[in-house]
């Protein structure tokens, strides 16, 4: 007969000392995500630093990314929630709102943050800033410029890419 696995908690997994010096809404927030993982994101707190976060993406269906595995980082800061994480690809991407650094272009990670989001909303923003990339609020000028000029080229380059870089990355 086999033994039932204990089940897991964040608590052990990150172990008592790093989660006692976090404050209780991260704590929560960290349990949120290990619990009740989000569909296509996966989100774990560095074991050294629970503030940085290991972040796998998978691209979304019916978008050039689609096929593809994205990591990313994601870091709160010591004056988390009242400033936003910062979030970036680590992976190469072809994308209008993602420059060469992996820095991302949302306007709601800079100037419209409001301390009322979660990690959890910001890991679906990125996810939706790869279903429905925006020109218009660009961060790679030429990538951007190639978008609106020819889309259907910049997404067999974006597919390209996610090819080369997010498949078979792991």
């Known amino acids: 007969m086999k033994r039932a696995e204990p089940e897991t908690r964040p608590e052990a997994e990150l172990g008592s000392e790093e989660m006692a010096q976090l404050p ?20 774990e707190p560095d ?14 269906p019916d978008s050039p990314f689609e096929g593809g595995t994205f990591k990313l980082e994601l870091f709160l800061p010591e004056e988390y929630p009242m400033a936003a994480p910062k979030v970036r690809f680590m992976t190469k991407i072809y994308h209008p709102n993602v420059d060469k650094l ?15 989001v979660q990690i959890r909303t910001v890991l679906l923003w990125i996810q939706d800033l790869l279903s429905a990339p925006n020109p218009d609020d660009l961060l790679a000028n030429d990538v951007a410029e ?20 997010a498949m078979n990355n792991a």
């Open 24 to 43: 209780r809404r991260i704590i929560k927030e960290i349990q949120c995500l290990l619990e009740e993982p989000i569909p296509g994101i996966k989100a």
């Open 47 to 60: 074991e050294s630093n629970t503030r940085y976060f290991h972040v796998t993406m998978a691209g979304p």
């Open 102 to 116: 992996g820095r991302t272009c949302l306007d709601t990670l800079t100037d419209k943050w409001t301390p009322a």
């Open 146 to 165: 190639h978008w609106k000029t020819n889309e259907a080229q910049a997404k067999e380059t974006a597919r390209a890419w996610t090819r080369l870089y």
